[in-house]
Each structure stands twice: as C-alpha cells, then as structure tokens.
C-alpha cells in the first residue's frame, strides 16, 4: 500500500466517450497507453502509480540503514537482493508512469520539490535489527493486500508491473517473518527488540491504508475506474484478520488493549491509529521526513555529474560517425 | 620466499584473501543503498554487492573446511579482527565518489576475472568449482565497470576530470594484487592458484585498453602500497568492521 491519499482527479470530458470508456473497464478490458482515456483517469494514475515509486526508492532507505550492519552473510545477502527487487519495482513503475506521458525525471523533481508523496511508513525510524524483520512482516505485508487486487486493474501497463511485483513482494514479508521469528525466538534481549519494532510498527502500518475513506467521492470514482480495488477499511481490516494470528504464533503481543475477535463479524475489533500523527507525517513532521528527503536530494545532486556524463558521452557516440564522413 | 610453507596453512590463507576481498568490496559497495545517481545504478550496485557476499560465503566457508577449526564464515567474517583479514588495501578504500567507487570496482574486476579464470584450472576441485560459479558474475561485472570507466572517463569535463582524479587516487593501490609472497608462490606451485606473475599481463592489457579508450592516463609514478594480504591494513577496515561485526559482538549469545 504505497499510495496513500491519492485524490482523484475532476474529469471533464465528452460524456459519451466516457460511457463507452466505462463500459469498456466494467467488461473487465484492459486500457493500454495509446488508447483513448478521460485526462482525470490519466493524472490519477501518473500520480498513483508515481507516489507507488518514489515509495519503493524511499523504501531502500530504512533497510539500506541496516545493509552494513545485517548480523551474518546469509541475512546481508537476503536484505541486498530485497532492496535490488525494491529499486527494480521503482524502476517498472516508473515506466508504467512514462507511458501516460511523464519522464522520470519528472516524477523525481516533483518528488524533491515536495509536490508528489512517498508513503507515510517510511518516514520511520529503523532503530534495531528487529525493525528489519518488522518491515518485512508488517509493511510489506500491507503492502502486498493492496497490491495483490491491484494486478486487475484497468490499466494495462500498471496491472502488469503489479503481477511482477507481488511475486517478489511475498518473497519479501516471507524474509521479514523469518527475521521475527528468529529474534522473537531468541535470547531476552532478541525478544525485546521484537516486541519493541511490533510496538512501534503496528499503528504505521495501519496507517499505510489511509484514513477512512468509506464516504469519500473520490475513492468512489477511482473504484469505478478500477485504479482502486477496495477501500482503505476493507484492506485494513483484512490486514489485521491475518496479522494478529501471526503475532500470536510469535508469542509477540499487539500493542491494542481493545483488540478482540468480533465473531459477527467474522474479524477483529480493533483501536484506529492516531490520525493526528498520520497527517503530520503526510506535512513533513514524521521522525525521518527530513533525513529521507534530503538523503533523495544528495543522491539526486551527487549524482549529477554521473548522468551528465554519461549523457555526453551518448552524444560523442551519436555524432562521431557523422563528423568521420 | 624459499620458506618451507604448510600447503594446507598456505590454502586457508589464499581462500581468506580471497573471501576477505569480496566481502570488504561487497560491503562497501553495499553502502551505496539508495544513493546511486540513476535508478539502474542503484540495481547493479545492490547485484554486485550481492554477488561479492555470496563468493564470500563460499571462499570463507571453504577456508573454514581447510582449517579444521570448526569456524564458519560468519565466524571468520564477525569474529576476527583487523590484523586477521587478508584482503587487497584496494578494496577497503572508502567509496568516495561515484566515479572512486567505480574505479575502484574496474581495477578489481579486471584482477579478478582473470584471478577466477586461473583458479578455475586448480587442480583443488573445491576451489575449482567456486571459481567457476563466481566467474560467470565476475564477467558481468567487468563489462558494466569497464564501460561505465569508458563513458564516464570520454564523457564530459567534469566526468572526465573526476575519473581521472579517482585513477590517480587508487592507482597505487593496484600493485599488490600481482605480487606473489611465499603463500601464493606455494600455491602456484601446487597447482591450487595462478601465479601472480603470470596475471599482471593480462590486467595490465585489459586496463591499458580501457583506459585510453576512456581517454585517462596511468600515473606515472610507479609507486605501489602493499600489505593488506598480509594482514597491514589502512585506518579505513577498523571503522568498517566496527559497524559490520557490530550485532554478533554485542550480542555473542545471539543467532539471526
């Protein structure tokens, strides 16, 4: 779920062409690039499928901070395969964007200007090893429930970047589950570091679906669209169903006093984040806001010489055999 | 040299300079995480690094094997200090720039494929078969650093300055990987690694080549740092295995 908060574009377009458009998404067809598409369709998806990218290059950021300190050979090479998939699904994503007319380039200025959003969950702190397996098991896992529905939709390029990704993605909670299972199995002090990374992981993750969006007109037409699949309470929901199983089986405890099994329902009760929180992370006031963005900006300006180069050289290659007639 | 050597001690030795070498290297180049300049860069960085840690597991394991100490690789690799590791001085030299990390990267690669090639003819079948298996990575690897040196190097001005400074930086560095002592001398004789002696050609070739297709110039100074593989190491590998041994030396008791 690495896009939150995607609002949805008016759209002002020919009501016919748009009813056969419809029509076209209810029979379960594929929209491809060049096809006719509504202008509010194509901004919702440049800035869905974008903030779904930056959130995967981001994302590198909090495992990159433990890369150089994994605990043995076997679980540094697991973590380095993972952020090699992640800037991989940044790269298809990217792509998916640039085939509704935006470079990357584009999407990574509007990113460091502020303008476009990465996921909220990022913008937390990875303070111990456990936080490793927490972002696997936790994020994720999150993750994966919105994504999986998301390899039916309507858009051809996004769905198939999706179908890609979920294969990698349960690669990926599977490696995060291991890593709790090993410390919540573990000596006292691995214990508590797994208790401590569910403790401080559980309300972001919750978060990551977004706020309740049960009366929101723009999810609604998104829905319609098939850009979204389902609501952000249904996923979270579903989230926690197959959660708390898995924390239970852990022997870790979920940090909700009021936690519960609603048997009527067929699935738990459980406390909302702090929405509070969750929308001064969304401005720039998480714990990490300013070190992520800014280690994006370095890395973007560091960087620069490298693609000028590159892009010089492509130039002399281009206009060599011209200048030897 | 003319020393008497211990085949079984000699072999032990090359395979920790050996796994000790890609794991420094894969570990600095794992520090790069999200940081690379183009999103490509970012996926061939993590593959490389990725690469050098899985040769590793395989060099060190098989010198734990050799030695008989029930050490494993994770024991070699968190468990020994400094003076222990056997690993080229150019492989622990701090990232840098972009343009260092991947001068840094060519000048290896271009030792290690060869390296590989000759150790794929040893006459140890164990070492024989990890040779193999890493060669087929260490070619890709070679290709991308080489061409990156050669659009980067005959790029633009600044590219072509700053590839330039990293190959002054790191040149006297590269000596030590072709200089046989009385460790590799007894391994080439028995057949087990190349000679040294006998690679210097083939590298000095491959980087000769690239490098005036990159429009760079070799040092003139003909100065060479040496004794990484004899356990003499820059101020920069203490720093990097503070951070890298950190959790199983804080937590001995602990498995991951």
Not at chain 1, 69 to 98: F, M, N, T, W
Not at chain 1, 163 to 168: G, V
Not at chain 2, 125 to 144: F, N, P, Q, S
Request: proline share 4%; glycine share 8%.
């Amino acid at each position: 779920m690495y896009a939150q908060m995607v609002k949805s574009e008016a759209t002002q377009d020919d009501p016919e062409k748009l009813a056969a458009f419809q029509a076209r998404i209810d029979a379960g067809e594929k929209i491809e690039p060049k096809e006719w598409m509504p202008e509010g369709y194509r901004k919702t998806l440049i800035r869905q499928i974008g903030q779904h990218a930056h959130s995967e290059i981001v994302g590198q950021l909090p495992e990159g901070n433990w890369i150089t300190r994994a605990p043995s050979l076997e679980r540094k090479a697991i973590l380095l395969a993972k952020v090699q998939d992640e800037a991989g699904h940044g790269l298809y994503l990217y792509c998916a964007a640039e085939t509704l007319g935006v470079s990357r380039d584009e999407l990574t200025e509007a990113l460091l200007a502020g303008k476009m959003k990465y996921s909220s969950i990022f913008n937390y702190p990875t303070l111990t090893w456990a936080d490793i397996g927490a972002v696997g098991w936790l994020v994720d896992g999150a993750a994966i429930m919105n994504q999986v529905p998301l390899q039916r939709t309507s858009f051809g390029p996004y769905s198939r970047a999706m179908i890609r990704i979920c294969k990698e993605e349960s690669f990926h909670q599977r490696q995060g589950f291991d890593i709790m299972r090993k410390m919540a199995t573990g000596t006292k002090a691995q214990r508590h570091m797994a208790q401590d990374a569910l403790n401080r992981f559980w309300y972001p993750s919750l978060m990551m679906f977004g706020p309740s969006d049960a009366d929101s007109v723009h999810s609604a037409q998104s829905i319609r669209w098939k850009i979204k699949m389902n609501t952000n309470d249904e996923l979270r929901q579903k989230f926690v169903d197959q959660t708390v199983p898995q924390a239970e089986y852990l022997g870790l405890t979920v940090p909700d006093p009021d936690l519960r099994w609603n048997a009527d329902k067929g699935g738990y009760d459980f406390s909302e984040p702090d929405w509070d929180e969750f929308f001064e992370v969304l401005k720039g006031n998480g714990p990490c806001n300013t070190e992520r963005l800014a280690a994006r900006q370095k890395a973007w300006d560091d960087g620069a010489w490298v693609r000028d180069g590159l892009m010089a050289h492509a130039a002399k290659q281009h206009s060599a055999p011209v200048a030897a007639e | 040299m003319g020393a008497v050597v211990d085949l079984d001690a000699a072999l032990f030795e090359g395979l920790c300079r050996l796994g000790d070498s890609t794991l420094v290297l894969g570990h600095r180049v794992s520090e790069w995480c999200g940081q690379a300049p183009v999103l490509e860069e970012d996926i061939a960085l993590a593959n490389v690094a990725l690469d050098l840690i899985g040769q590793t597991q395989m060099w060190l394991g098989l010198a734990g094997e050799v030695e008989g100490r029930e050490r494993t690789s994770d024991t070699l690799a968190y468990h020994r200090d400094v003076w222990d590791f056997r690993n080229l001085l150019l492989v622990e030299r701090p990232n840098g720039d972009f343009g260092h990390t991947l001068m840094r990267q060519f000048l290896f690669d271009a030792w290690h494929q060869p390296m590989l090639a000759g150790l794929a003819q040893s006459r140890d079948t164990r070492v024989a078969e990890i040779a193999v298996k890493a060669g087929k990575e260490v070619a890709y690897h070679l290709e991308r650093s080489a061409d990156l040196v050669i659009r980067l190097g005959d790029g633009s001005g600044e590219s072509h300055a700053r590839m330039q400074a990293a190959l002054d930086t790191l040149w006297p560095y590269t000596g030590e990987m072709m200089v046989p002592d009385a460790t590799d001398a007894a391994l080439a004789e028995a057949g087990i690694m190349p000679d040294l002696n006998g690679l210097r050609t083939t590298w000095d070739a491959l980087v000769q080549d690239v490098l005036a297709e990159a429009t760079l110039t070799i040092p003139e100074s003909g100065f060479m740092h040496k004794g990484g593989k004899q356990g003499q190491h820059s101020e920069h590998l203490g720093h990097m295995l503070a951070t890298m041994q950190f959790l199983p030396r804080a937590y001995p008791d602990a498995t991951w």
